[in-house]
């Protein structure tokens, strides 16, 4: 009777175990989401968490400027955060690490179909926390040439930098940048890759978001970013360089 208990125990012991180390169910249900997980996670231990945000429309109309933000502020000690759409022929959009900065980031991005859009925030303690939603769209958006390519008004505005910086509702500041570039995939025909590839915000030496960015991210990309309370500087440096090698340097002010 003993050795039959001690057989038992064992057992539930070891399915205990296989349970508690098996891949989590995805709750977008996506059929690509095992090949993201070993893409982006393989070996790493990776939950999916209500804290990890991601907003965006149910449909989107245009499937070259979709709306997308992601908010990680509830979780303590990210690190960095990396964000993909399941099946998009270019799985990933970017990553930030967020600095001085909250753990948030809004911009638009290119939907080749309809698609879950992930984020996940790497903690301190190593564990991949992931949230996402879907997104459904027409399709299209990662396969044209940028309106952009085929006007040579940005040849003489390539980088340029617009943006502003106010209080934001309840406490700290918001900052809102818009850069021109036309950000190809390089999937259209006869038209190379060519996107900006690092953006990074200061406060003097002081850095607030380092994002690294891939060529789903819209033309003419736009990026918000929260900044906590105290972190309210007069103005803000961004600086980056795209993969041609052209520089960006500019000042966001009040």
Same mark, same amino acid.
């Given at each position: ?21 098996? =891949? ?32 965006? @429309?149910?449909?989107? &109309?245009?499937?070259?400027?979709? @709306? ?83 006007? =040579? ?43 900006? &590839? ?30 906590? @309370? ?25």
């Amino acid at each position: 009777m003993k050795l039959a208990s001690l057989l038992l125990a064992s057992v539930l012991l070891c399915c205990g175990h296989a349970r508690a180390d098996a =891949p989590p169910t995805d709750p977008l249900e996506s059929a690509r989401w095992d090949d993201m997980r070993k893409s982006f996670f393989d070996g790493q231990q990776v939950v999916f968490d209500a804290r990890v945000q991601v907003t965006g @429309p149910l449909t989107a &109309e245009n499937p070259m400027n979709v @709306p997308v933000a992601v908010n990680a502020s509830g979780l303590p000690g990210v690190r960095q955060v990396i964000v993909f759409a399941d099946f998009n022929p270019i799985v990933r959009i970017l990553d930030f690490t967020p600095g001085a900065a909250d753990a948030s980031l809004a911009f638009r991005i290119k939907l080749q179909q309809s698609s879950p859009v992930r984020a996940a925030a790497l903690t301190a303690d190593g564990v991949w926390h992931v949230g996402g939603t879907w997104i459904n769209t027409t399709g299209g958006g990662c396969t044209v040439p940028s309106t952009g390519s085929a006007s =040579p008004e940005w040849q003489s505005r390539l980088n340029e930098v617009s943006g502003r910086m106010w209080p934001r509702e309840g406490a700290g500041e918001r900052v809102r940048l818009r850069i021109i570039h036309p950000m190809d995939t390089g999937l259209a025909p006869s038209v190379p890759a060519f996107h900006i &590839e690092e953006l990074v915000l200061a406060d003097g030496d002081r850095e607030l978001m380092r994002i690294h960015t891939f060529e789903p991210v819209s033309e003419n990309p736009l990026f918000t970013v929260d900044l906590p @309370p105290g972190a309210d500087p007069a103005r803000i440096r961004v600086s980056g360089r795209d993969n041609n090698g052209n520089r960006i340097n500019a000042w966001v002010t009040r």
